[in-house]
């Protein structure tokens, strides 16, 4: 049964461990027809491509995340449109370990409501799982960033996606040194999109919840030895995540996080989608710390589904031009 | 619409309360949901963005001071109070002369999370520290594991502003703030309530006039004497019968916040058609900030700041208007989808059909003038009242 999420902060690992899938919802090459009907046309189209992919498919339940002020309003338009839903309340301000653990504990109490069981050693063998599955796709995109792979791995059981990415290891070859880019934005679900990079010249490197935010982790130096301990390990994990605009970190952690991804980049593209707000109130303090830094930037902005991708060829090969 | 007196009163306050900003030792630029009592209590001069953002709509500047924002590379999708704030702040100016540089920063996301990078944005500007107050958004059911949460951050606080004001913080002294905190709020939430005589002695144009104080001034003896007299004027009124238009048929509701640059436009639409506004969410929402006389003021303030009205789920929403509705006893209400406030904003389509009374939903922003398409506005209306 699919459960599905929105936002890279979900603890699929809770979710998988009661015999779940997690299934990351992204907005599909279906226009936006029926979600329309729920929310206005200022929200960005991965709100609404979601929404229209809730109201079309088969989803056990659906969980978010605060993470920006439309994902906390899409929970309930989600409920009122007849969906099972949870919200967890992901602290906005990273660093409260144990106020995220209550929440957690109360999201397993939701769990076990909609029919899953969590247990300690079920716990611990989806967090063993998602963690094997995370380094390979540390391993792949070393070699070579395959977003594909990335996008597709977040729908499949996490066994398979783990074999999936297993199979690609072993094909992938190492890029060949050309001029690199930093994609960094939120999400982009069409591979496509980063193929036109390839294409026009570039080896890619992201910042993406789409890419490498997904798997990006520090993981915390302890062993859980009970639920509770495990708890703590998931808190602590996701805190330390590849940090995201949506959050508020001491001493500015994000902007530095970007700016050490840009540093062996030549050029920085935001591919931002069309009303995402926390991306679009960094970008101008941002592009101006990148461009102090000699690196070539460029703005792509993006609404789902995709109607031209020629247009964002355009741009990105004239980025490549002056590189 | 008869213009209340208290409004002359207002403008001279706020006056004064602008020019008292430019000579405070230090300041704090602050949300309009975070608690201000612990600035008040701490001699802090807190400094309203937001409330400048609405004074420049109000000027019907907002459009020509956004671009100075958006002239920086900031999105014209973005908030429009940040917009045109952080636009003054490139502008090295505003209406009032713009505001005085920030000793500190204050932001609390119970009224949204675009607060936060607005003032992340600022933070990097001015190079003070921040300090971001999170509150867990009330879906469904308050937790004590939310409060806890939101109790701790309101001590780190206290540390926070005392180390960067090198002041200490005087329990007496909050004590006092917070009960006239509470007094300034009940006689401001009596003004409201006077909309609900027949006929009304307020339109919600004059709430939003005269709002400046309970969000600026909450917690001084400025925001007690100003909504004592205001509440006098308006019992004046009720006693005489007299009405805030000149014939009130319809009785409606706002919800959101204004449109600030077409506050007279939309005043002077209604009454023409016999309609009056009689109240609105927006101003409604800071009736709610009784933080409660109990011992302990901090776990007080930490439950009323995390349930503000925005800060809460649509079901709990809808509850509140329809309470709305039938303190008011409306006929309709009228919802602003406010390109600026999504939190605000989402949801209303859910919201409507929740509702005891027919309402009608119209596209604005709440500053930038730009955006304001009157043709279509005004075709919605119409029908609107037709049919009620």
Same mark, same amino acid.
Request: glycine share 4%; proline share 4%; hydrophobic share 40%.
């Given at each position: 049964m699919k459960v599905g999420y929105l936002c890279t902060f979900t603890p699929k690992e809770l979710i998988h461990s009661a015999g779940f899938l997690p299934y990351r919802v992204f907005a599909t090459d279906r226009p936006i027809n029926l979600a329309s009907a729920y929310i206005q046309s200022y929200s960005c189209s991965?709100?609404?491509?979601?929404?229209? !992919?809730?109201?079309?498919?088969?989803?056990?339940?659906?969980?978010?995340?605060?993470?920006?002020?439309?994902?906390?309003?899409?929970?309930?338009?989600?409920?009122?449109?007849?969906? +099972?839903?949870?919200?967890?309340?992901?602290?906005?301000?990273?660093?409260?370990?144990?106020?995220?653990?209550?929440?957690?504990?109360?999201?397993?109490?939701?769990? +076990?409501?909609?029919?899953?069981?969590?247990?300690?050693?079920?716990?611990?063998?989806?967090?063993? #799982? =998602?963690?094997?599955?995370?380094?390979? #796709?540390?391993?792949?995109?070393?070699?070579?960033?395959?977003?594909?792979?990335?996008?597709?791995?977040?729908?499949?059981?996490?066994?398979?996606?783990?074999?999936?990415?297993?199979?690609?290891?072993?094909?992938?070859?190492?890029?060949?040194?050309?001029?690199?880019?930093?994609?960094?934005?939120?999400? !982009?679900?069409?591979?496509?999109?980063?193929?036109?990079?390839?294409?026009?010249?570039?080896? %890619?490197?992201?910042?993406?919840?789409?890419?490498?935010?997904?798997?990006? =982790?520090?993981?915390?130096?302890?062993?859980?030895?009970?639920?509770?301990?495990?708890? @703590?390990?998931?808190?602590?994990? =996701?805190?330390?995540?590849?940090?995201?605009?949506?959050?508020?970190?001491?001493?500015? @952690?994000?902007?530095?996080?970007?700016?050490?991804?840009?540093?062996?980049?030549?050029?920085?593209?935001?591919?931002?989608?069309?009303?995402?707000?926390?991306?679009?109130?960094?970008?101008?303090? #941002?592009?101006?710390?990148?461009?102090?830094?000699?690196? @070539?930037?460029?703005?792509?902005?993006?609404?789902?589904?995709? %109607?031209?991708?020629?247009?964002?060829?355009?741009?990105?090969?004239?980025? +490549?031009?002056?590189? | 619409m008869k213009r209340l007196r208290i409004s002359e009163k207002m403008r001279e306050l706020m006056t004064g309360y602008y020019m008292a900003g430019m000579q405070a030792e230090c300041n704090a630029w602050i949300t309009s949901g975070a608690p201000v009592e612990l600035l008040h209590a701490l001699d802090v001069y807190p400094v309203y963005p937001e409330n400048h953002g609405a004074l420049i709509g109000a000027t019907k500047l907002g459009g020509y001071y956004c671009e100075f924002a958006e002239k920086n590379g900031f999105s014209r999708d973005l908030c429009s109070y940040a917009r045109c704030d952080i636009g003054c702040v490139f502008a090295g100016t505003s209406p009032i002369g713009g505001l005085p540089k920030p000793t500190f920063l204050f932001a609390c996301n119970n009224i949204c999370n675009t607060v936060v990078k607005w003032y992340e944005v600022l933070s990097r500007i001015f190079k003070v520290p921040l300090f971001v107050l999170d509150m867990p958004f009330i879906r469904k059911e308050l937790k004590d594991c939310h409060l806890r949460y939101v109790e701790e951050q309101l001590y780190d606080f206290i540390s926070f502003a005392e180390r960067v004001t090198d002041r200490k913080l005087d329990d007496a002294k909050l004590r006092d703030v917070v009960l006239k905190s509470m007094e300034s709020v009940e006689l401001y939430s009596e003004c409201l309530r006077t909309a609900a005589n027949k006929p009304s002695p307020m339109t919600c144009f004059d709430a939003f006039v005269n709002m400046a104080p309970i969000v600026c001034l909450r917690g001084t003896d400025h925001a007690i004497s100003f909504y004592k007299e205001m509440k006098q004027e308006l019992d004046e009124r009720v006693k005489e019968g007299v009405s805030a238009i000149e014939r009130e048929e319809i009785r409606l509701l706002w919800d959101n916040i204004p449109v600030w640059y077409r506050l007279k436009w939309f005043g002077e639409f209604f009454e023409k058609r016999n309609a009056c506004l009689v109240a609105d969410t927006y101003t409604n929402a800071w009736s709610g900030f009784k933080v409660s006389r109990g011992e302990d003021v901090l776990s007080g303030m930490a439950e009323v700041y995390t349930v503000s009205y925005l800060n809460i789920g649509m079901e709990m929403t809808a509850e509140i208007i329809n309470k709305l509705i039938d303190l008011y006893d409306v006929d309709g209400v009228v919802m602003h989808s406010n390109r600026s406030c999504k939190p605000y904003s989402f949801g209303q389509y859910e919201i409507q059909k929740k509702l005891s009374v027919p309402s009608v939903i119209i596209e604005a922003d709440m500053v930038d003038e730009r955006v304001f398409s009157e043709a279509q506005v005004v075709t919605r209306l119409e029908a609107f009242l037709e049919m009620l």
């Open positions: 991965q709100a609404r491509g979601s929404l229209e !992919c809730a109201l079309q498919d088969d989803f056990h339940a659906f969980v978010f995340t605060r993470c920006c002020d439309t994902l906390m309003r899409l929970t309930d338009i989600f409920e009122f449109a007849g969906k +099972r839903v949870c919200n967890i309340e992901f602290p906005t301000k990273i660093g409260n370990v144990e106020y995220y653990v209550q929440e957690l504990r109360d999201f397993i109490e939701v769990l +076990r409501e909609w029919g899953g069981e969590v247990n300690f050693e079920r716990l611990m063998e989806s967090l063993k #799982l =998602y963690r094997k599955l995370e380094e390979k #796709l540390k391993q792949l995109f070393a070699l070579s960033p395959d977003y594909e792979t990335a996008i597709k791995v977040q729908q499949i059981e996490v066994r398979d996606a783990i074999k999936l990415v297993d199979e690609k290891i072993r094909t992938a070859k190492k890029e060949k040194e050309k001029p690199k880019v930093l994609i960094t934005g939120s999400v !982009c679900p069409y591979p496509k999109v980063y193929e036109i990079f390839r294409e026009a010249g570039f080896s %890619v490197k992201d910042d993406l919840c789409t890419g490498s935010r997904f798997f990006e =982790y520090s993981y915390p130096d302890f062993e859980p030895v009970d639920l509770d301990s495990a708890l @703590k390990f998931i808190a602590e994990k =996701y805190m330390n995540k590849s940090p995201c605009p949506t959050k508020h970190y001491e001493k500015d @952690k994000r902007f530095e996080y970007v700016l050490k991804l840009a540093e062996d980049c030549d050029a920085v593209v935001f591919l931002l989608v069309k009303f995402c707000d926390p991306h679009f109130f960094d970008y101008p303090q #941002l592009r101006e710390r990148l461009e102090g830094m000699g690196k @070539k930037v460029a703005l792509i902005e993006l609404e789902f589904p995709v %109607v031209s991708f020629e247009q964002i060829r355009t741009r990105v090969e004239a980025l +490549r031009e002056v590189i | -």
